[in-house]
């Protein structure tokens, strides 16, 4: 069965205090994991798709980075927009079709 | 806003009650999916509709039933809810057709339901 667990659960950062989430994943044959962001009472909005070991993509302040356990999310000099609850998930495994699995999620807060 | 829109945004029903919640995406997409979303719970996949496959969740009560009547919409029937059901609804949807980069999903705004 694929498993993903993200830590911290939350994390409090002050501005530009740089910081990194985890993302662990259990899961035979990875095809994809996949990075979301998601404010409250919103739809999770896509931000990154990685696909083999040693990618590594990036947007504005956040960088994401996978190894064949986990996958980072890097965030450089953070600030108060950023405070969101960033999901992880996965594809792969025996599942056929386009579903993930997704982890609980880690609850940013980034104080001015 | 992405290219996945939902109606309503919000809903309260009482459990003798029948609604519809609905989904359009405007992304060209071929698979399309229901999620619930419970506080302090992962992402729960409720069901799938794609060119390749209808998958249903077995663990989804029956008083949830999707309709998927072509491949930009997508709409859940509700009738004689509980208020466990109460939850944030996404509809996400994705390309499809088996390749891992077509495997992307993307969310709507989600309905969040509230049961009396």
């Known amino acids: 069965e694929d498993q993903v667990t993200q830590s911290p659960e939350a994390l409090r950062l002050q501005e530009g205090e740089s910081s990194s989430l985890n993302c662990s994943y259990t899961?035979?044959?990875?095809?994809?994991l996949f990075w979301y962001r998601q404010d409250p009472g919103k739809g999770p909005e896509f931000l990154f798709t990685?696909?083999?070991a040693g990618e590594e993509k990036e947007k504005e302040r956040l960088k994401a980075t996978l190894t064949k356990k986990e996958s980072f999310l890097h965030i450089t000099a953070p600030k108060p927009e950023d405070s969101a609850t960033y999901l992880c998930a996965v594809s792969g495994g025996e599942t056929s079709g386009s579903r993930l699995t997704f982890g609980e999620g880690t609850q940013l807060t980034v104080n001015p | 806003e992405t290219g996945v829109t939902q109606t309503p945004r919000h809903l309260v029903m009482g459990m003798t009650n029948k609604k519809s919640l609905k989904c359009e995406q405007h992304?060209?997409?071929?698979?399309m999916y229901w999620y619930k979303q419970s506080a302090k719970k992962p992402l729960e996949l409720m069901f799938v509709?794609?060119?390749?496959?209808?998958?249903e969740n077995n663990s989804v009560p029956s008083r949830f039933s999707p309709e998927c009547p072509n491949s930009s919409h997508l709409f859940l029937h509700l009738h004689t809810l509980q208020p466990e059901d109460s939850a944030l609804y996404l509809c996400?949807?994705?390309?499809?057709?088996?390749?891992?980069?077509?495997?992307?999903?993307?969310f709507g705004p989600g309905t969040r339901l509230l049961v009396l």
């Open positions: 992304l060209g997409h071929n698979a």
């Open positions: 509709y794609s060119l390749e496959e209808r998958v």
């Open positions: 996400a949807s994705s390309q499809g057709g088996g390749g891992s980069n077509q495997e992307t999903q993307y």
């Open positions: 899961v035979s044959g990875l095809r994809g």
């Open positions: 990685l696909y083999s």
